[in-house]
Structures are given as C-alpha cells and as structure tokens.
C-alpha cells in the first residue's frame, strides 16, 4: 500500500512541472468574505486515486465547549481524533449517512478516535450541548482546502487540464450545500475565481 | 273627523302624551342600543385580547412538545438515519399525549412522514418552513384551515421539521366560544384565492366574507356593525399569521345585537307597555275633561240651531265660568227673540186698533180649517159689514167707533164661540167658521142678528148698530183664503145693494171683475154688430086709454152668454164710464125706432133712460139735442134718481138747455132709494114715474096707496105728469086711474118688446079702461 502511495507521489511530483494553482474567493451575497467554506477540484472530474494526506491534523478538539476547528477536511478512511480540551464531559456524535458514529460521553483529557469510511460529511453534535456544531468534509480528492478569514482557498499543485471545482459550506442554500465552480481548467500559474453564494441564517441553534 | 270639539281635544292630548311618549322610548331605546353596542364592544374587544393569549398559549404549548421531540436524541437518529416506521412511531406517540390533531416531519429534502403528502401543498409547506425557523401560522390542509407550529430537527445541522397542527374547526372554535362571557360567535376565515371561506356556513357567510375582506384590507382593529340577513350583529375581525405568503386567515369574532338586546327587552317592553297605559289613561281623561267643556258648548250649538228653527229653547247652566256666563246670555237673548217674534207675529196677525186678528191671520185661519173639515164640511166666512159705520163714527168719535167694533166682536165670540172673529176693513167684521150646511148658517146668522143689533152701550152711552153680512163660502180645493175673503166682502156689497141684511155671495151676479173690461169692449161690438137692441114697453095714458109713449129698453144677446141682465151691463157701463156710448146707441136707435113707427103711421114719445152721470156731462147734452133736433124726434130722458149727480151746477144748466130744446126729462124709480123732496125741487122735471115697489102693493091698500096718491098729488102740484111702473093687475090700473095718475107701465099693459110686435101691438091695441075716462068723474075724486 505504501509502495502504491509513493509510486503516486513520484507520478505527482514528476508532473509537477505541469501544475498550477488555484485561488478561490468565496463571498456571500451581501459581498461579506465566508470563512469555511471547502473548495474541492476534481481533476479531469475524477477522484484522486492512491492515498490522499493532508498537512493538517485530523483532529477536532472540543474546547470552550465548542468544536475546534468548525469545519475540518479529511480524506476517505481518515482517523479523526476528538480530545477533549474542557473540564466537561461530552457525547460526540454524527447521524451523517455512511460517517455515523457516537462517541460516548467521555473525559477531560480522553482523546477517542473514530475512522471516516464514506466521502461526504459528517456534522458533528454534542448530545449534551447542542450548541456544539461542527462539520467534517471527507473528501475523495487530494486538491481541497477551506476559506480563511478573507474568504480565500489556495490549491496549489493542481494538475493543468481540465478540471470539476465544487463549493461546500455547511450553511450554503443549495443542494446538498454544494455548489459547482464555473472554472473548467486550471492551466500553468495561477487561475483566480470568485463565488458569491447564499447562506442560511443560523439563529438560536 | 274633527268637527266635535271633544275629538279634536282628546285627538290632541292623548296625541302630543303619545309624541313625548314616543320620544321617550326612542331616546331609552337609543341608549339602550348604544350601552348595548358598547357593551359587545368592550367584551369583543376583551375576547380579542383573550384569543391572544389562548392563541399564545397554546402555540407554546405545541412549541414546546414540538421542540421536546425535535432534541430528543434518539428522534433525532431516527430521523437523521431515515428511520420512518421510528419516527412514525415517535410522533403519532407525541400527538396522542399532546392531543394534536396532526403530526409529522417534513425533511430538508421534502420527505415527508406522519401524513399523506398528496393532502397539502408540500412545496409551500416547504418554503414557509425553511423561510424561518419555528415558522407557524395558519395553513390549509387537506381543504381546512389548521394552526401549524414546526420546530427545526437539528442533527445537528438542520435535517428536517417536526410540525405539529391544530385544526380550526367548529368544535375549536366552540372552545374559544366558552372563554367568553358573552355568546358570541367565532368562526375562521381563510383566504384562498380571492375568496375568503369559512367551514361553518350560514346565511350570512357571503356578506361576512365581504366584511372580513374589507376589515383586513383596512387593518380595523375595532368591532365594526354589519347588517346582516339574521340582523344586525357587531363583528370584530382579528388577522391570523398565514404560514403561506399568499395565504391569509382571521378570527372572525361576532356578536348578534338581538342578542345583545334581550336583556332589555323586558325594559323596552315595560317602557312600551307604560306609554301605552299612560296613552290610554290620558285619551280617556282628556275624553272625560273635554266632555266637561264641550258638553255646554255642545248643548249651546243644539239650542242656537232649535232657537233657528223657531223653537222654546232654554240651555240649563251647570258652571259659573265663561262657558256658564255664555249659556246664561244665551237664555236671555233667546227669551228675547221669542218675546219679540211673539210681539212681531202679534202685530202682524192683530189690528193694532182693536186688537182683533187682521185680514192675514184671517186667511192662515181660513187655511188651517180648509186644511181640517172634512168632506161635506163648509169654511163660512161672513163680512159683517156694520152700515153707516161713518155716520156712526163722526158721531161717536173714532176712539169709541173703534171700541164700538171691538165690543162687537166680542159680542159675536159670544154667540159663536167656536168662530175665529177678525177685523177686515174698518167698519167690516169678518167671522170665520166651519158648517155643514150653508142653508142653515145663512139662517142661523139671520137668527142671531137681531141679537147682534142691539144697541151697545160705550162709555156709558147707547149706539145703535146695523149690519149687513156677506157670506162667502169654501172648501177644500175651491177659492183659496184671499179668494174667499174677497167674495164675502162682495157678498156684502150685494147684500147691501139688495137691502137684505144677509146675502151668500152670488157668483152670477158678480160675474167676473176681471171680464169687465173685455165685457165692454164686448158691448162696443154688440152696438156695431146688433147684439145690442131695443125692446120697447107702451105707455098707456089713462085719460084716453091710447098709447101714447114707449120706454126705450136696452137688451144684449151676447153671443156666448146669451141674454145679458140690463142692469148688469148698465151698471157696469156707468162704472166704467161706456155709459155714453151705450146712450148714444140707444138714443139714435130710439129715434130711429121712432121713425119707424112714425111710417107706420104711429106717433109715440120714446122715453130713453139716462144716467144721472150724463146729466152733468154738457157734451153729451149737446150732441143729444143737437141730434133731436136733427131728426126732428120727440124723445123724452128718463133720469134715474138713485144716480149721484156730481156737479149739479152744470146739471142744472143741462136740464135747462134741454128743456129750452122741448126735450121733456122725467124722474125714473122715484120712490126708492134718495128720493127727496130737495131733488124734486133741484130737478124741474116735467114727469114723475113712480117706483114699482110702490105699484105692485097698491091693492093691499094701506100705507102704500097714500103713498101713491100723495106723490101723484104732489107732481101735480109740482107741475109733472105722474107715471106708474109696475102696473100689472086691473084692479091697479082702476086704483092709478082713481088717483089721477096721468101714464100707467106695466105688464097689464103690454110687456118690453121689438120693434115689429109692437108695430102688431099698437095697430091692435084698444082697452076698456075701467073708470070712465071721457066722463072725467073720477078726475075731480
């Protein structure tokens, strides 16, 4: 398997040469940058084949009795691990179809990991605290990122050609809160994209 | 209608008691209507309120069992891993413990569990839900309106909606209905479309709807008033929150102001029923107090209408007020309007001399018996004339002549109590009565006469009286009263013409006044066509027993009337002044008579009479003697004694041209009437014919015969030959002859006839006078 995962990142990296990166701006209709939301590109509209890794840790802590981060990225079959950060207890828990699992209500201190088999989403609750929120995106390709505070997701490395570039954001108003990019292909150096999208109000919940 | 006095009174009263009445009612009826609007007001307006807050309550309520289930952890699994037979399960258990009427999930991707999707519009169902979190408002399902209430299931982003919904039905709203204090109506309306629709559906659904639209569209807030078909009812609209965006839905709260009004409907009643009584009470006393007033007035009206009719009339006063002060002059006025028509009608029925009843009373009298005899019955009237009333009267003086007729007329009310007495002229008594027989009361009259005539004694003196009466009777539907009058006072004239001291009017005789004048006229024609001729009556001189004159007579053949009476027409003809002509036609007819005889070889004097009226008349005189002249006729003039001469100057010259004419003039009829000795002298007449009243007795002897031979003696002495009318025996010739009488007349000698017999009549005439006439022996006796 490992053998499998280099082979593809020798592939990826002597293709490196014909990559390019791509910067998307999300705003919602008032022209407000949104954060969190997960840029997805599929390269030639398929899924990365080979094992996908992503820099940051698969990791969703509860502290201040909130998840941290909100939305996480991983990919298919990751171990996402959920210590808790508070004094309190919690009982983790995703009814997300082919992500679904419950996490008990475990200590300060307990760390409990729990694998993603299925690409999609899984939310997150607290069944103690339901003002605990979060959102993990399993993702079947190796070019995603989410928006930082400006609005704006860079994917670099993305292999020139034509490629599928999906929106995702808990709150987006639209089916299965996705949206699809209007760009088609990603050439050599940079292609910039701006998406203005609709998000539903959260109040109270 | 209002012609009584009374009506119009209790009409009034009771009429303005019923207008305050009335005004009454209608302000008590306006307070109560709008203390009772006021009233529905305040309490729609409160059950508004307390919709409200049922409303809220009961949305909390399902909010809250909404929001229970939507946490519940293990719901939410269920939910989350599209559990459906556990959901299901989960909120058919929650409705049954929530009493709910429906219950299901509707998730994000618009599935639905827990009802039948084809029972409502999912799509918008879906909208209003994802539009805002907890939405709820009303919303129609399966065709009726519903409160929905959802909560989000969050698992934990949102996956779905629990929704809960009540129905707004009838039995909901009856609810709603029991938290009022009044019974007021409340009904759901929804808007779908245009219409406005409710599930319980009454006559005034439609108007409603209407209302409700406007109400909304207007955004009242407040009960308004709509007329209905079951009346007038207050209605506040209250806006229901629509969970669809083109929906809209109200609570329709109504009130009846019948209703409303019940309660006081005994008040109304009451304030009705006392304006009644009251009206009633105060029509039957104005009824009673206007009768207190309008009865004298009506009792005045009454009697001013009998007093109209002539009648007694006296008004009894029941009060001291003006009304009693009216009725009280009233009664004076009235009592002086009778005594005055009594005075009125006195004086107009009595002679103001006598007191006795005058002609007019006379006649109604006269009336008023005709109107009562019975058949067979007579109404006698007898003018009762007293003679020489003005002899009587320049004696005694007119006061006692008056007192005179009044004493005779009680005297007669004595003797005949049951005759009515009147004065007529002023010297004519008039006494009315009824008889069955006319014979009898002539007799009965001449039979109380005599008592009648005795002197009556005034102031203390004796007069004696004389009467003569003319009776006129009547019946019914012969001469009226006036008529009747009239013919008794002509009855009297002829009885005083015949010197009888009773006489029944004579018709005949009276002929007819109003004829006189064509009579004449008729007369005139007579002398032209011949009607009119002379019958001649001889003459015997009784010294030679020869005929030696005639007296022209007048006769009228009237061709109608036959043979008229001479003394008729002569009067009349003397009356009327055609006395003139008729001498001059008899004159010249005389003359002509005699020329006549004179070829046939006799020669007599032809006496004409003349009308003492003639004699005054120069004219005449003139023309009669210039005419004998003429003819060369021996006339003589007959002049009737009883003739007034009017101016015995001219007279006198007359008679003396006449006899310077040897035109001899004899005085007719002597003996009667105003036969005097200073006429004798007046008058130097050459003849002398003595009345036949005096020849016809002078066999009897007596006074008579003196009478006779004086007068004979007296023309003599006077110078006048003497001629005896009425010489109709032997005997009388004999005595006349005895007596020195010169002519004797009569029908011993020979009757009035024409011309021709008499011609016959002399050429045979001879008599054997009795006494020797030739030996002149009795002359010298």
Not at chain 1, 84 to 105: C, I, M, P, T, W
Not at chain 2, 91 to 107: C, E, K, Y
Not at chain 2, 327 to 346: L, P
Not at chain 2, 419 to 432: E, H, P, Y
């Amino acid at each position: 398997m490992r053998f499998i995962a280099t082979l593809l990142l020798i592939v990826f990296f002597s293709s490196k040469a014909l990559a390019g990166t791509l910067s998307v701006t999300v705003r919602s209709t008032d022209g407000k940058p949104v954060q969190d939301a997960v840029v997805m590109v599929y390269p030639g509209g398929q899924p990365t084949r080979g094992p996908i890794a992503f820099p940051w840790p698969y990791r969703v802590a509860q502290q201040n009795i909130q998840f941290t981060p909100f939305v996480l990225i991983v990919p298919v079959g990751a171990e996402v691990a959920f210590p808790n950060l508070d004094k309190v207890r919690h009982h983790v828990y995703s009814f997300s179809a082919g992500n679904k699992f419950e996490l008990k209500l475990y200590g300060h201190e307990e760390n409990r990991t729990v694998r993603l088999p299925t690409a999609g989403v899984a939310a997150i609750g607290c069944n103690i605290h339901d003002q605990m929120v979060g959102f993990i995106r399993v993702v079947d390709t190796a070019y995603a990122a989410k928006t930082d505070a400006a609005g704006v997701a860079t994917i670099s490395d993305v292999p020139s050609g034509s490629v599928v570039a999906r929106v995702w954001h808990p709150y987006l108003r639209a089916m299965k809160n996705e949206k699809t990019l209007a760009t088609t292909s990603v050439g050599n150096g940079t292609t910039r994209e701006t998406m203005a999208v609709e998000l539903r109000p959260q109040g109270g919940h | 209608m209002f012609n009584r006095l009374q009506t119009k009174l209790t009409v009034l009263y009771a009429g303005l008691f019923a207008l305050a009445l009335s005004l009454v009612a209608v302000t008590v009826y306006l307070a109560i209507v709008g203390n009772a609007q006021q009233t529905v007001r305040k309490e729609l307006t409160a059950t508004g309120t307390v919709f409200d807050r049922v409303w809220a309550l009961r949305t909390q309520r399902l909010q809250d069992g909404a929001d229970l289930l939507s946490r519940d952890f293990g719901f939410r699994a269920a939910f989350a891993t599209r559990d459906a037979p556990t959901v299901e399960s989960a909120i058919t258990n929650l409705r049954q413990r929530l009493g709910l009427d429906l219950a299901f999930t509707v998730s994000v991707d618009g599935e639905v569990i827990g009802i039948d999707p084809g029972q409502l519009d999912l799509e918008k169902l879906w909208t209003a839900l994802d539009g805002e979190t907890g939405a709820q408002g009303v919303f129609v399902v399966n065709g009726a309106p519903y409160q929905i209430i959802s909560a989000p299931i969050l698992s934990p982003n949102l996956t779905g909606w629990i929704v809960f919904a009540a129905r707004l039905d009838h039995r909901e709203m009856q609810a709603l209905e029991r938290l009022s204090a009044i019974g007021l109506e409340a009904q759901v309306f929804d808007r779908r479309g245009q219409a406005w629709i409710t599930d319980s559906i009454t006559a005034d659904t439609p108007r409603l709807a209407v209302f409700v639209d406007t109400a909304i569209r207007d955004k009242a807030g407040k009960p308004s008033l709509l007329k209905g078909k079951a009346g007038e009812s207050l209605v506040l609209v209250k806006p229901l929150k629509s969970l669809s965006s083109d929906g809209a839905a109200a609570l329709v709260l109504r009130y009846p102001m019948a209703l409303a009004m019940a309660p006081y409907r005994p008040l109304m009643a009451g304030v009705i029923l006392v304006g009644l009584i009251g009206a009633a009470l105060v029509a039957a006393a104005s009824w009673a107090l206007s009768r207190g007033l309008a009865r004298p007035i009506m009792a005045l009206d009454d009697a001013a209408r009998r007093l109209q009719r002539g009648e007694t009339v006296h008004v009894t006063v029941q009060t001291q007020d003006e009304i009693g002060r009216l009725a009280d002059s009233f009664n004076h006025m009235a009592t002086e309007i009778r005594d005055r028509e009594a005075m009125i009608t006195h004086q107009a029925l009595h002679d103001e001399e006598t007191g006795l009843p005058n002609r007019r009373a006379l006649e109604r009298e006269i009336t008023t018996r005709l109107a009562q005899v019975v058949p067979g019955q007579h109404v006698v009237v007898s003018a009762t004339g007293l003679d020489r009333f003005t002899f009587v009267r320049s004696a005694i003086g007119y006061e006692l002549a008056t007192q005179l007729i009044t004493e005779l007329g009680a005297r007669i009310g004595l003797i005949s109590p049951e005759t009515f007495i009147g004065r007529l002229t002023t010297s004519t008594l008039c006494v009315v009565g009824t008889h069955d027989d006319v014979e009898t009361t002539l007799s009965r009259i001449e039979a109380v006469l005599t008592g009648l005539e005795a002197p009556i004694r005034v102031r203390g003196e004796l007069v004696d009286i004389h009467m003569t009466v003319g009776v006129a009777t009547t019946i019914p539907g012969g001469p009226d009263a006036p008529r009747v009058i009239e013919q008794s006072m002509i009855a009297l004239d002829q009885a005083r013409a015949a010197r009888r001291k009773v006489m029944l009017f004579d018709p005949v005789a009276y002929g007819d006044p109003s004829g006189n004048l064509s009579l004449m006229s008729e007369m005139l024609e007579g002398v032209a066509n011949g009607a009119l001729f002379l019958n001649h009556q001889p003459k015997l001189d009784l010294r030679s027993g020869r005929i030696t004159g005639v007296e022209a007579l007048v006769r009228w053949k009237h061709p109608t009337r036959g043979m008229m009476r001479p003394d008729l027409f002569v009067e009349m003809a003397e009356e009327t002044g055609h006395i003139r002509a008729l001498t001059d036609f008899v004159l010249t007819q005389a003359i002509a008579d005699q020329k006549a005889l004179r070829a046939a070889g006799h020669d007599v004097l032809m006496s004409v009479n003349v009308s003492g009226r003639l004699i005054d008349d120069a004219e005449f005189a003139d023309r009669a003697i210039d005419l004998v002249a003429r003819e060369g006729a021996r006339v003589c003039f007959e002049i009737t004694e009883t003739a007034v001469i009017g101016n015995p100057d001219v007279a006198l010259g007359v008679l003396d041209r006449l006899a310077a004419a040897g035109i001899p003039v004899s005085i007719d009829d002597y003996g009667s009437g105003l036969s005097s000795l200073a006429y004798l002298k007046q008058i130097r007449a050459d003849e002398l014919k003595i009345d036949k009243a005096f020849v016809l007795k002078l066999e009897a002897g007596g006074k008579d015969a003196l009478l006779v031979k004086s007068t004979v003696d007296l023309a003599h002495s006077l110078g006048m030959k003497v001629t005896a009318e009425g010489v109709e025996t032997r005997e009388a010739l004999a005595l006349l002859q005895l007596m020195g009488c010169d002519l004797a007349q009569g029908y011993h000698v020979a009757r009035p006839m024409g011309l021709e017999p008499l011609t016959t009549f002399l050429e045979g005439w001879s008599i054997d006078l009795p006494g020797d006439v030739e030996g002149g022996a009795l002359k010298q006796a």
